[in-house]
């Protein structure tokens, strides 16, 4: 059941840990870009390669936590709530903020190789979630199924041995950069460590409160549980989470770290639907329910979006704002779903 309505105290006391929650976010992502920037340096790795595994592994942590408490309690709505709407969240909300900050110089390779990845992941998640469809509209349950979620997995390990051969390529034309003096590797790793625990703990802190209230509002305005807490999942608890993407890209973007910015992003949102779907799908097999169909749709139009911004080879302000608006009218979209349950996909 959720909880029942808060008093006036405990909205105070949630508001509380947002307000704790945001400040840990933001100077445990300011230690983390500046560490995975100089890591990127000492071991001459392009930047872009740290922002799409060591920084977007470590801001997708809560949606992994989410994924993986969500799983185990037999929530899917949440669970996938969670992965798509952070993934929503991070394409519109996280790179239009950060664009809008700081235009994004985006490299050829990320539009031919990582984004078509993305899109590729992305279409894979909704194949493996039609199976209604699939059936001949036979009335059989859409899941993701624990063969399919190991099938995620494989694609992560390919992602991150694609990366690898990438920094590999690259590394040579990085060699005949002047050496810089560096601060000693332990201090940066634990620098490093200190920014990703800065980052997952505001993410509890956001994420925890935000979430009493919108279920306690839910309980009061009496919607039905199981569409409010997926309303919370897709929107709540995956902006909650997807706030470390997005102080982390922000401030990237404002110390010029393009490649971090963007690759954060992008790499985050692979990791949402290879690794944390492949955990949590061999768990237990994930339910889909309509409403999330739906928003992998959009999820998947929005990405396409990105990548024709990204193929003109500079993500400019004004793109920002189309990212902005689209989100604002995303939310809106889910705002009517509450009052209006068939605005969703049929399948």
């Not at 899917?76 to 664009?99: E, F, H, M």
């Not at 859409?142 to 390990?157: K, L, P, Q, W």
Request: charged share 10%.
């Amino acid at each position: 059941m959720l909880a029942s309505t808060l008093t006036g105290l405990q909205y105070f006391l949630n508001a509380l840990f947002l307000v704790a929650g945001i400040v840990f976010l933001v100077k445990g992502a300011d230690y983390f870009v500046d560490s995975a920037s100089v890591i990127a340096k000492r071991m001459k790795i392009p930047p872009i390669i740290i922002g799409l595994t060591i920084v977007s592994f470590g801001t997708s942590a809560p949606e992994l936590a989410v994924g993986i408490a969500a799983s185990i309690k037999g929530e899917a709505g949440l669970s996938l709530g969670n992965v798509v709407g952070s993934n929503i969240a991070n394409l519109t909300l996280v790179l239009g903020i950060s664009v809008l900050i700081h235009p994004i110089v985006v490299k050829k390779g990320l539009c031919k190789k990582e984004i078509p990845f993305l899109i590729i992941a992305t279409i894979l998640l909704l194949i493996f979630s039609l199976d209604n469809l699939f059936s001949g509209f036979s009335g059989i349950q859409n899941i993701i199924s624990r063969g399919e979620a190991i099938v995620f997995i494989f694609g992560i390990v390919l992602f991150c041995i694609m990366s690898i051969k990438g920094a590999e390529q690259e590394t040579i034309t990085l060699e005949k950069e002047e050496v810089e003096e560096f601060a000693p590797l332990w201090k940066t790793l634990l620098i490093l460590g200190i920014g990703l625990v800065g980052i997952i703990a505001g993410a509890e802190f956001v994420t925890t409160p935000a979430s009493k209230i919108a279920t306690s509002i839910g309980v009061s305005a009496g919607i039905d549980e199981a569409l409010m807490l997926n309303v919370v999942g897709l929107t709540v608890v995956a902006v909650g989470t997807s706030l470390p993407e997005l102080v982390t890209s922000a401030i990237a973007a404002k110390h010029k770290q393009n490649e971090i910015a963007i690759g954060n992003v992008i790499g985050s949102n692979i990791f949402n639907i290879l690794f944390i779907c492949g955990i949590t799908g061999i768990i237990r097999p994930l339910g889909i329910t309509a409403d999330i169909l739906t928003d992998m749709v959009i999820s998947l139009l929005f990405t396409i979006l990105v990548l024709g911004f990204a193929r003109r080879g500079l993500l400019k302000k004004w793109y920002g704002a189309i990212l902005l608006s689209g989100y604002g009218i995303y939310i809106l979209y889910i705002i009517l779903r509450l009052f209006y349950p068939s605005a969703v996909l049929p399948l």
